[in-house]
C-alpha cells in the first residue's frame, strides 16, 4: 500500500506513518493518535473528543433532569399522604 507522497500533511519536512480515518491525510508519527484503536490525526482527535465531550454532556443533563422528576414526584407522593394522615386523624 503507498502512502501517497509519503508527508506528512501538517510536517512536510517529515515522512509519512499512517493516514487519518477521518481526513485521509497522511500524518508522521507525532500526529498519529490511538482513539478506540482508530488512527487519527490530532485535529480530527479533537474534533471527536469534542463531540464526545458534548454527548457526556447532553446525557449527564438528561439523567439529572430524571433525577430530578422523580424526586419531585416522591415529593409530591409524601405531601399528599402526609396531608390525607393529618386530615384522616
Ligand atoms: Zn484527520
Ligand atoms: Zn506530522
Redesign the pocket.
Known amino acids: 500500500m503507498s502512502l501517497g507522497s509519503g508527508r506528512?500533511?501538517?510536517?512536510p519536512e517529515?515522512s509519512?506513518l499512517g493516514i487519518c480515518v477521518e481526513c485521509r491525510n497522511v500524518?508522521?508519527?507525532?500526529?498519529?493518535t490511538q482513539f478506540e484503536g482508530i488512527n487519527r490525526?490530532?485535529k480530527c482527535l479533537a474534533a471527536r473528543l469534542e463531540k464526545v465531550r458534548k454527548l457526556v454532556a447532553r446525557n449527564d443533563w438528561s439523567a439529572g433532569g430524571v433525577l430530578l422528576a422523580l424526586l419531585s414526584l416522591a415529593v409530591l407522593y409524601a405531601g399528599f399522604y402526609g396531608l390525607a394522615g393529618i386530615f384522616s386523624r
Open positions: 506528512c500533511h501538517y510536517h517529515r509519512g500524518i508522521c508519527s507525532e500526529c498519529t490525526c490530532a
